[in-house]
């Protein structure tokens, strides 16, 4: 489904990202780990078709993004770390626009936009502006808007960063719901239960560059902690990505100093 | 140069929203549909005044076409502010971004935004008119038909200019304050042009009200045109992390700027192109100049004291000083010329060689072109080649400001051009002190 190879991004002198190299196949998940300024955003954003790579590939079935980013735009789902809304339109009204935008069919995307409100405990506020919405509801927003067009890969960043836990545990089984529908997912979050709960695989990333990418049993082995460490527990994702970038930061230490 | 590709289906979904959006802001609409009748009820009223109380004819009616231009330009001017809060303000909540991320060519988004501004700006702007020219002229006698078409179409094209000028800003400011600082480049020069038509008309020259509306034209073109080339997801998106360390950045951009310039020949090759517009400048000028005055288009009223006091100046006080202030007023005109070019997309470079042409030409019209031409040598064989180097160059930076890339590099590419322009002066420098000497003492 998505397909990344050697992928580099650079925005004038700064290099944001460099040569990252992943694969999402139909109805698995990718998340990637990494603290603010690693360069996640700015894979999401290439992945989606939204900026072109400065070297590297992106193809999502099939296309190639610098071939033809309107067509991958119009496959994948982006949901963008600030939900971005239209305070002064009701969300009946802004989600028909995006809807319409996306080519949906009137009918079906009532139905759908009806069906979506229901999951995120939103119909009873569908006809409000979006002005007065909570952070959370925002959020529960922009999902909806980035899954309404049934994409075939959608890329959310930090997801249910502004949701309460109950909120953003059925956003995860929605989010779960669209991969068993076939739907590759690829996810940037600060959220270890969450990626915990949907990784397939789990990217670490730090200063544009992806340091591990694997799933948690093969970063377990790579991070060392089993064996180094004499726990009786398995370690947490947490311990696996505090080691694993905490090892980076000591080579680049090492490197800065010789 | 090709249009991009645009389902317009997908450019009226965005105007729609935009539209909405503008409509629902209802102070906002309050304040603009006040305005629109406020002003044009009370211009009106005031002409009617000026008629009923027995003012001169000719004065009622220019004063009708100046109020018409000002009715019109107010609400005009809000098509900057709706076209700012369009652009720039759906930058800033990150809305646009969204937008980006949609299936929507960025023509498809421009267009849109673009068709939103216009509609609202020119509803009030023509609704401002109507209802000055119901309240003006009925039973003044006087109804000045096509000077109003030629007002309706500057004006269509003094929104596009404005509304382009908007999205320039927005790839330039990420925040609606800085916007508005940014917004007096626009409205100022806007304001210079509605002073100038009002000065025409006061003067009695409405009839070249049409050739400002056709310069209105071709600064809307250029202005949408660049619009549309530099709004694009990387320079919007990409741009953002690239503004980091701005100052550190514009050293670099100005360091590199001034390393590794070619020498005078190969960089006159390397601008040839606006060289031999700056050089087509002079005859062009000249011929324009005879005919002008052969033909007594320009008056001569308007053109003697200009010849007369250079004559003057050229024949005044000691040699030496003579001399100096001949290069400093040469010297002085070429740094203006290097200065304005940025605002006058290089304008200023073509009327350095342009103008003395003229003034040649017209000369010429007094008297022989044998008689003028003694006037300009032999100091004009040193000037006129370095008036064409320097208009050249200063072409090339007007043209560097006018021309937008998706990929952004907009100041690093004026500030090279800047740089050949100040490298230049090594050599142009010397050949006006020559050209200074060989004025007072063979001249």
């Given at each position: 489904?998505?397909?990344?190879?050697?992928?580099?991004?650079?925005?004038?002198?700064?290099?944001?990202?460099?040569?990252?190299?992943?694969?999402?196949?139909?109805?698995?998940?990718?998340?990637?780990?990494?603290?603010?300024?690693?360069?996640?955003?700015?894979?999401?954003?290439?992945?989606?078709?939204?900026?072109?790579?400065?070297?590297?590939?992106?193809?999502?079935?099939?296309?190639?993004?610098?071939?033809?980013?309107?067509?991958?735009?119009?496959?994948?789902?982006?949901?963008?770390?600030?939900?971005?809304?239209?305070?002064?339109?009701?969300?009946?009204?802004?989600?028909?626009?995006?809807?319409?935008?996306?080519?949906?069919?009137?009918?079906?995307?009532?139905?759908?936009?009806?069906?979506?409100?229901?999951?995120?405990?939103?119909?009873?506020?569908?006809?409000?502006?979006?002005?007065?919405?909570?952070?959370?509801?925002?959020?529960?927003?922009?999902?909806?808007?980035?899954?309404?067009?049934?994409?075939?890969?959608?890329?959310?960043?930090?997801?249910?960063?502004?949701?309460?836990?109950?909120?953003?545990?059925?956003?995860?089984?929605?989010?779960?719901?669209?991969?068993?529908?076939?739907?590759?997912?690829?996810?940037?979050?600060?959220?270890?239960?969450?990626?915990?709960?949907?990784?397939?695989?789990?990217?670490?990333?730090?200063?544009?560059?992806?340091?591990?990418?694997?799933?948690?049993?093969?970063?377990?082995?790579?991070?060392?902690?089993?064996?180094?460490?004499?726990?009786?527990?398995?370690?947490?994702?947490?311990?696996?990505?505090?080691?694993?970038?905490?090892?980076?930061?000591?080579?680049?230490?090492?490197?800065?100093?010789? | 140069?090709?249009?991009?590709?645009?389902d317009r289906r997908k450019a009226a979904l965005v105007a729609a929203r935009?539209l909405?959006?503008?409509?629902?802001?209802?102070?906002?609409?309050?304040?603009?549909?006040?305005?629109?009748?406020?002003?044009?009820?009370?211009?009106?009223?005031?002409?009617?005044?000026?008629?009923?109380?027995?003012?001169?004819?000719?004065?009622?009616?220019?004063?009708?076409?100046?109020?018409?231009?000002?009715?019109?330009?107010?609400?005009?001017?809000?098509?900057?502010?709706?076209?700012?809060?369009?652009?720039?303000?759906?930058?800033?909540?990150?809305?646009?971004?969204?937008?980006?991320?949609?299936?929507?060519?960025?023509?498809e988004?421009?267009a849109g935004?673009?068709l939103a501004?216009?509609?609202?700006?020119?509803?009030?702007?023509?609704?401002?008119?109507?209802?000055?020219?119901?309240?003006?002229?009925?039973?003044?006698?006087?109804?000045?038909?096509?000077?109003?078409?030629?007002?309706?179409?500057?004006?269509?094209?003094?929104?596009?200019?404005?509304?382009?000028?908007?999205?320039?800003?927005?790839?330039?400011?990420?925040?609606?304050?800085?916007?508005?600082?940014?917004?007096?480049?626009?409205?100022?020069?806007?304001?210079?042009?509605?002073?100038?038509?009002?000065?025409?008309?006061?003067?009695?020259?409405?009839?070249?009200?049409?050739?400002?509306?056709?310069?209105?034209?071709?600064?809307?073109?250029?202005?949408?045109?660049?619009?549309?080339?530099?709004?694009?997801?990387?320079?919007?998106?990409?741009?953002?992390?690239?503004?980091?360390?701005?100052?550190?950045?514009?050293?670099?951009?100005?360091?590199?700027?001034?390393?590794?310039?070619?020498?005078?020949?190969?960089?006159?090759?390397?601008?040839?192109?606006?060289?031999?517009?700056?050089?087509?400048?002079?005859?062009?000028?000249?011929?324009?100049?005879?005919?002008?005055?052969?033909?007594?288009?320009?008056?001569?009223?308007?053109?003697?004291?200009?010849?007369?006091?250079?004559?003057?100046?050229?024949?005044?006080?000691?040699?030496?000083?003579?001399?100096?202030?001949?290069?400093?007023?040469?010297?002085?005109?070429?740094?203006?010329?290097?200065?304005?070019?940025?605002?006058?997309?290089?304008?200023?470079?073509?009327?350095?060689?342009?103008?003395?042409?003229?003034?040649?030409?017209?000369?010429?019209?007094?008297?022989?072109?044998?008689?003028?031409?003694?006037?300009?040598?032999?100091?004009?064989?040193?000037?006129?080649?370095?008036?064409?180097?320097?208009?050249?160059?200063?072409?090339?930076?007007?043209?560097?400001?006018?021309?937008?890339?998706?990929?952004?590099?907009?100041?690093?590419?004026?500030?090279?051009?800047?740089?050949?322009?100040?490298?230049?002066?090594?050599?142009?420098?010397?050949?006006?002190?020559?050209?200074?000497?060989?004025?007072?003492?063979?001249?």
């Amino acid at each position: 489904m998505l397909e990344v190879d050697g992928l580099a991004k650079r925005y004038g002198e700064v290099l944001a990202l460099r040569d990252l190299t992943v694969r999402v196949d139909e109805g698995s998940c990718l998340v990637l780990l990494g603290r603010n300024g690693a360069g996640k955003t700015t894979a999401l954003r290439c992945m989606a078709g939204v900026l072109l790579p400065s070297a590297g590939t992106v193809t999502v079935d099939g296309v190639d993004a610098a071939d033809d980013p309107t067509a991958v735009r119009a496959k994948v789902g982006l949901m963008p770390e600030v939900p971005g809304l239209y305070e002064r339109m009701s969300v009946r009204a802004y989600l028909d626009h995006f809807g319409a935008i996306y080519d949906v069919e009137p009918a079906i995307r009532r139905q759908r936009i009806e069906e979506l409100l229901e999951v995120f405990e939103l119909t009873d506020a569908g006809d409000r502006w979006l002005g007065t919405y909570s952070k959370g509801m925002r959020q529960k927003v922009a999902l909806i808007r980035a899954t309404l067009h049934r994409p075939r890969l959608v890329l959310a960043d930090e997801p249910t960063s502004a949701l309460d836990p109950d909120s953003a545990r059925r956003a995860w089984v929605y989010l779960k719901d669209l991969q068993k529908e076939g739907c590759a997912l690829v996810i940037c979050t600060h959220s270890m239960e969450e990626a915990e709960h949907l990784a397939g695989d789990i990217g670490i990333m730090s200063a544009g560059r992806a340091l591990a990418i694997g799933s948690m049993a093969e970063l377990r082995r790579r991070s060392g902690l089993a064996t180094r460490r004499e726990v009786r527990e398995l370690p947490t994702l947490q311990d696996i990505y505090l080691a694993i970038v905490g090892n980076h930061h000591d080579e680049l230490a090492e490197t800065r100093s010789a | 140069m090709s249009w991009p590709k645009l389902d317009r289906r997908k450019a009226a979904l965005v105007a729609a929203r935009d539209l909405r959006d503008a409509v629902s802001e209802l102070r906002l609409i309050a304040a603009m549909i006040a305005l629109t009748l406020a002003i044009p009820l009370a211009a009106g009223s005031g002409v009617r005044a000026l008629a009923y109380f027995g003012g001169g004819t000719a004065v009622v009616n220019r004063l009708s076409l100046v109020g018409a231009f000002f009715v019109v330009f107010i609400p005009a001017s809000f098509s900057l502010v709706l076209a700012l809060e369009s652009f720039v303000g759906e930058r800033e909540r990150t809305t646009l971004e969204v937008l980006l991320s949609t299936p929507l060519r960025e023509a498809e988004i421009y267009a849109g935004k673009v068709l939103a501004v216009l509609s609202v700006s020119l509803t009030l702007c023509y609704g401002g008119l109507i209802v000055y020219c119901l309240v003006t002229f009925p039973g003044l006698g006087y109804f000045p038909i096509v000077i109003l078409l030629a007002l309706a179409v500057s004006t269509i094209c003094q929104v596009a200019a404005m509304v382009a000028g908007a999205v320039i800003i927005s790839l330039n400011a990420r925040t609606m304050r800085a916007a508005n600082v940014m917004a007096s480049f626009i409205i100022l020069p806007m304001s210079v042009v509605l002073q100038l038509e009002a000065a025409l008309i006061l003067l009695g020259r409405a009839d070249l009200l049409w050739g400002f509306a056709l310069l209105m034209i071709l600064i809307a073109v250029v202005l949408l045109r660049m619009g549309l080339t530099g709004f694009s997801r990387e320079a919007l998106l990409a741009r953002d992390v690239g503004l980091r360390r701005p100052l550190r950045r514009a050293a670099e951009a100005l360091r590199s700027s001034f390393a590794t310039r070619p020498g005078i020949v190969r960089l006159i090759w390397s601008r040839r192109t606006p060289m031999v517009l700056a050089a087509a400048g002079f005859p062009a000028g000249a011929v324009i100049g005879y005919v002008a005055g052969s033909t007594s288009a320009v008056p001569r009223a308007v053109v003697r004291p200009v010849l007369s006091s250079l004559v003057r100046s050229a024949g005044q006080g000691n040699p030496v000083e003579s001399a100096i202030a001949i290069f400093s007023h040469n010297l002085l005109a070429f740094l203006l010329v290097a200065i304005l070019a940025i605002v006058t997309a290089g304008l200023s470079g073509f009327l350095l060689t342009f103008a003395p042409g003229f003034l040649l030409g017209f000369a010429a019209a007094f008297s022989s072109w044998g008689l003028a031409l003694t006037g300009i040598v032999p100091n004009g064989l040193v000037e006129i080649p370095a008036a064409i180097v320097a208009g050249g160059l200063a072409i090339q930076i007007g043209a560097a400001a006018i021309h937008m890339d998706a990929t952004g590099g907009w100041s690093s590419r004026v500030l090279a051009a800047v740089a050949d322009y100040v490298r230049a002066l090594r050599w142009l420098v010397p050949a006006l002190a020559v050209a200074a000497l060989l004025e007072v003492w063979l001249g």
